[in-house]
Each structure stands twice: as structure tokens, then as C-alpha cells.
């Protein structure tokens, strides 16, 4: 079994900053994706940026690029998502996802708002 921990969500305000952090545990493979996922309201899930176990990053939402960064503490087993120039349309429910062999797993999800 895998545990995903998410922290860091929480309010703020438009142009501001926050940094989610996502610490895995369990029995881990040496390779695995893990990243973010998020969903808003009435919305579908969407990949925001993942990271594999060989560095490479990949980011699905074009919105966020240039504005968040994701990165890898040196046990690979924690991943963190530096988002900068957050915007009203960055609320959401953000997910950590870990993808080992065909197996998927989630954490609870910390809310993020942006709102003045």
C-alpha cells in the first residue's frame, strides 16, 4: 500500500504565492510518476504537472506553465508544487497522484482559493 500526505493549501490572494508539499510512504517501487491533479468546481480533473523517478516533468495544463514549478526533495518520495501568480481560475481541490506500474494512487486533496 501507498500513503500520500498533501499540505500547504489554503487562501490567498490573487498574484500570491502558495506551496503544496506531497510526502509518499509505503511500498514504493524505483519507478513511479508522481505529481498534482486538481478539480474545480463542477469541473473535470485535470493533470497539472507530474514527475517521474528519472526527473523527467511533464505538465498537462498549458495554464499553469510559466507560473508553476514542480520539484523533488533527494529521497524522490516527496514532491512539491511552487505556485506563483496564482489566479481566481487556479481554485481548486488539488490532488498528489502516484502512478506505479498499473496501480494509481491519490491523496485527500487540500483546497487551494485564490480570491481577494
Known amino acids: 500500500q501507498v500513503q500520500l500526505v498533501e499540505s500547504g493549501g489554503g487562501l490567498v490572494q490573487p498574484g500570491g504565492s502558495l506551496r503544496l508539499s506531497c510526502s509518499a510512504s509505503?511500498?514504493?517501487?524505483?519507478?513511479?510518476?508522481i505529481g498534482w491533479f486538481r478539480q474545480a468546481p463542477g469541473k473535470e480533473r485535470e493533470e497539472v504537472a507530474c514527475i517521474s523517478s528519472s526527473d523527467e516533468r511533464t505538465s498537462d495544463a498549458d495554464s499553469v506553465k510559466g507560473r508553476f514549478t514542480i520539484s523533488r526533495d533527494a529521497t524522490k518520495s516527496t514532491v512539491f508544487l511552487q505556485m506563483n501568480s496564482l489566479k481566481p481560475e487556479d481554485t481548486a481541490v488539488y490532488y498528489c497522484?502516484?502512478?506505479?506500474?498499473?496501480?494509481?494512487?491519490w491523496g485527500q486533496g487540500t483546497q487551494v482559493t485564490v480570491s481577494s
Open positions: 509505503g511500498f514504493l517501487l524505483d519507478n513511479f510518476v
Open positions: 497522484n502516484l502512478r506505479m506500474g498499473f496501480q494509481s494512487y
